[in-house]
């Protein structure tokens, strides 16, 4: 048998943190005691509890220590880290530690030190000459550098809620997580509080676009609250460029009327058209400067200096000219970024909005509006645990934000 003492300290009662920690040793094969359990006598007060763990294998054990930590948990003897050499260029070596996008430390002689640029699946690497550990993905590996391996020496620091959002937790009405029949017009007034302090204190607001966006006919309350200067960067793929252009030149998009919902004569190469007229201007900037392209998503994100990035996929026409081709490069790109963003906003869009999250800490407020559950599920359930869902239309959805913003 494998053993192993951890600490638990926090809100566990309340927030259930406990019970979902016993429940999961049980669901992986192991076995515990309950050695002591010090219940706070105030509800600001923390519980304490010390777990004594049992596996029959070392990698069940592995598993076990990794779900606690993740919790806020830590074993009772704290020890230093592996840490093992990159045995090639792009490759991590054996049993190397993936990461999660929660605050996390590494202890290394004795001494514990933060890990930068918190993100999931990445390899943490430490210098030994300069004491520092930071996240690291793999294309980014080279030869020699030491990653930490195993779970040894590892500190998690979970995020911790409200006293009422617990409370909401526990007692609140109608407690699934997804659903399109919750209050959507509280979600919204939160979503344009949050976006309001992050901007207030000084962070930055993150927008991530797909093109149901303009396909639903959201284009002008983006467009106004673009104008009010709340977002300071806009991330979307050449899809959601391209058919905001296709309306601010012939009105469609993917060949439809968006005020009249009919197809057009001919409206199907209107996007091809798009594009054409915009790489033949030089580029988006270019269209905007020269008067070609003079509404939409792209023309107030130029006028008003918001920073967008469009990271491309092998379906793309075109594409435009500001598309980041070489995904590689998108992606150092938009982790690069991510630098002082406090709050996200994910909208119509599944692959980027998932991509999004799986760069952001979580200490990042995040919300992801779609009209489809499965794309919100698929969010949290790849680790982005701090997402509000929201299941609506972008259409309804921006054209109520853009009222709190305004």
């Not at 669901?27 to 029959?56: H, I, N």
């Not at 309306?247 to 594009?275: C, K, Q, Y």
């Not at 938009?334 to 799986?358: D, E, K, P, Y």
Request: charged letters at 20%; a neutral charge.
């Amino acid at each position: 048998m494998f053993v192993e003492t951890v600490l638990l300290e926090g809100h566990l009662l309340d927030s259930h943190t406990l019970s979902k920690i016993l429940d999961q040793i049980l669901r992986q094969g192991g076995q515990y005691e309950l050695m002591e359990l010090s219940v706070g006598r105030r509800r600001q007060d923390p519980t304490r509890a010390k777990l004594f763990l049992r596996t029959d294998t070392r990698e069940r054990m592995k598993d076990l220590v990794t779900y606690v930590r993740q919790q806020g948990g830590e074993v009772a003897e704290p020890r230093d880290v592996t840490l093992s050499p990159a045995p090639a260029e792009g490759v991590f070596p054996d049993d190397f530690y993936s990461t999660t996008n929660l605050e996390t430390w590494v202890q290394v002689s004795g001494e514990e030190i933060q890990v930068a640029g918190e993100a999931m699946d990445l390899g943490i690497r430490v210098n030994l000459s300069n004491r520092t550990a930071e996240s690291v993905p793999m294309d980014q590996v080279r030869k020699g550098d030491l990653y930490v391996c195993g779970s040894d020496g590892i500190r998690i620091v979970p995020l911790l809620k409200s006293a009422e959002a617990r409370a909401r937790e526990a007692f609140g009405f109608m407690q699934s997580e997804v659903s399109a029949e919750k209050p959507r017009l509280l979600a919204i007034r939160q979503v344009a509080d949050a976006l309001k302090e992050c901007h207030g204190g000084g962070g930055r607001n993150l927008l991530v676009l797909g093109p149901a966006v303009v396909h639903s006919g959201a284009v002008a309350s983006v467009s106004r609250m673009l104008e009010t200067g709340i977002f300071h960067l806009l991330f979307g793929g050449n899809a959601v460029a391209v058919h905001d252009i296709e309306w601010a030149l012939f009105g469609t998009s993917l060949g439809v009327n968006i005020e009249t919902g009919e197809p057009v004569p001919a409206g199907h190469r209107h996007h091809l058209r798009a594009i054409n007229t915009v790489r033949a201007a030089g580029g988006i900037r270019q269209a905007v400067e020269k008067g070609i392209v003079t509404r939409g998503i792209m023309y107030t994100a130029v006028r008003k200096n918001v920073d967008v990035l469009l990271a491309g996929s092998v379906r793309d026409d075109g594409p435009l000219p500001e598309v980041v081709t070489d995904i590689l490069q998108a992606k150092k790109m938009m982790r690069s970024r991510l630098a002082g963003v406090g709050v996200a906003v994910m909208a119509a869009t599944a692959l980027h909005a998932i991509a999004t999250g799986n760069m952001l800490p979580a200490r990042v407020r995040t919300f992801c509006v779609d009209i489809n559950p499965g794309t919100v599920v698929k969010l949290m359930d790849r680790g982005s645990s701090q997402t509000v869902p929201i299941v609506m239309d972008c259409e309804s959805f921006f054209h109520e934000l853009v009222g709190h913003l305004t």
